[in-house]
């Protein structure tokens, strides 16, 4: 690269003269997710849609045979890891009190050995 390409280039884009009162009313216009002096211009980009979506992120920590047992869950179903979790949150959360009771119990009874 040399010295030659580093020049601004004058005649490479000129840019349109606006009245201050214009630019201050497009940026309100903007926010707003409108632009009335780039009408072309989409402001609903990928990230603003990605931003839309109703997940939190969440960490946590999993031993590493678990994160071996979810792997394989996500291989052979072929689910995100993040939505086998959400699944199966959900079915414990809508499933009957016996079933959770029973989880719970299990859970108890490793837990104290």
Do not use: C, W
């Not at 349109?16 to 940026?27: G, M, T």
């Not at 992120?57 to 792997?71: G, K, V």
């Not at 414990?92 to 029973?102: F, I, K, S, V």
């Amino acid at each position: 690269m040399s010295l030659a390409d580093l020049k601004r280039k004058a005649a490479a884009k000129k840019r349109k003269k606006i009245d201050i009162d214009d630019f201050i009313e497009d940026a309100a216009s903007y926010a707003k997710g409108k632009s009335i002096l780039a009408p072309n211009l989409d402001v609903n980009t990928a990230a603003d849609k990605k931003r839309q979506r109703n997940f939190k992120n969440a960490t946590f920590t999993l031993s590493p045979a678990h994160i071996e047992q979810l792997n394989d869950l996500a291989e052979h179903s072929g689910f995100a890891k993040s939505r086998i979790l959400r699944l199966l949150i959900e079915q414990l959360a809508n499933g009957e009190n016996n079933d959770l009771n029973q989880l719970l119990e299990s859970l108890e009874n490793k837990n104290k050995k």
